[in-house]
């Protein structure tokens, strides 16, 4: 059990770091909820196929699909589609120091739902983060003032919202609920239908002769690895784990991100947002550190 753990926690950490470059190299040419659907079309069709092969199908009730499309909705055409949309105007790393407001998100709303109970190392870590968050700011407030700028972080923001009111709504779980692999396979095929839809409905000219083979590698590597192998792997954590630890993980995705986006897309890494990190990561270690007994 131990290592199965192990495991999906190096899935969740590493491979959804990579997915923030992965967006980035494919929004260069691909539509952002096109690539999104497309995406998870993919990742849901070879859990389907795995399913049906293993004879695991299951039989869906109008319950159990109602729940698969609040979450799909929440989870992957709000959080994972806004995620792609915001990168067509702002950089990986940024995209990926954004995000590791979800775990604060996360906590929030326990409190608010009295799932946790408030404390001097919760208060202490949240301020942390909080400067943290304004350190990478300060210096790029002006930014703001640009409009396809602003409405990367406002999507961005969205979707970390809506990430965190799904992984609530997952953990708390629900009775005569569809095995981990069937539901996440309902939830892909839904989202990838909807998001497509999407982005027909916004632009109906799509020219597919224009997309890079670039661009459809990265599109692939997020169907396989951020999909199939990442969401696979934060459903059965969530199940297993306590929410706002599970989305501490983002904390690991961010190094990845920056890392990865300095070392392949020439994305600049100031001494700032280094300060940045090293904050909002202790501030996350302090709210979820607890002493051995």
Not at 94 to 118: D, Q
Not at 165 to 185: D, F, P
Not at 258 to 276: K, M, N, P, Q
Request: with cysteine; proline share 2%; charged share 10%.
């Amino acid at each position: 059990m131990k290592t199965k753990l192990y495991l999906a926690l190096f899935c969740v950490a590493f491979f959804w770091g990579t997915t923030f470059l992965a967006i980035r190299v494919g929004v260069e040419s691909i539509p952002p909820f096109i690539l999104a659907g497309i995406r998870n079309l993919i990742s849901g069709t070879i859990i389907f196929c795995y399913l049906f092969s293993q004879k695991k199908l299951e039989k869906v009730s109008p319950k159990q699909f109602f729940r698969a499309f609040v979450l799909s909705i929440l989870m992957i055409v709000l959080a994972n589609g806004l995620t792609t949309y915001s990168e067509k105007f702002i950089t990986s790393g940024l995209a990926s120091l954004i995000s590791t407001l979800s775990p604060f998100c996360v906590l929030v709303l326990n409190l608010i739902m009295g799932y946790e109970k408030l404390s001097v190392k919760t208060v202490l870590g949240i301020v942390l983060g909080m400067f943290g968050i304004f350190l990478i700011y300060q210096s790029s407030l002006s930014d703001l003032l640009i409009p396809e700028y602003r409405q990367g972080i406002c999507a961005l923001l969205l979707a970390i919202l809506a990430w965190a009111v799904g992984t609530i709504i997952m953990k708390r779980g629900s009775e005569n609920a569809l095995s981990m692999l069937m539901n996440v396979c309902v939830q892909m095929l839904i989202a990838g239908v909807v998001l497509c839809m999407t982005q027909f409905y916004l632009t109906p000219d799509i020219q597919i002769e224009t997309w890079t083979t670039r661009s459809i590698s990265a599109m692939i590597y997020l169907a396989l690895f951020g999909s199939v192998v990442g969401y696979v792997a934060f459903s059965y954590l969530i199940s297993q784990l306590p929410a706002t630890k599970v989305t501490v993980l983002s904390y690991v995705n961010v190094v990845v991100a920056l890392f990865l986006g300095w070392l392949i897309l020439d994305e600049i890494i100031t001494s700032r947002i280094v300060i940045a990190t090293i904050l909002i990561i202790s501030g996350v270690v302090i709210v979820n550190y607890k002493k051995a007994k």
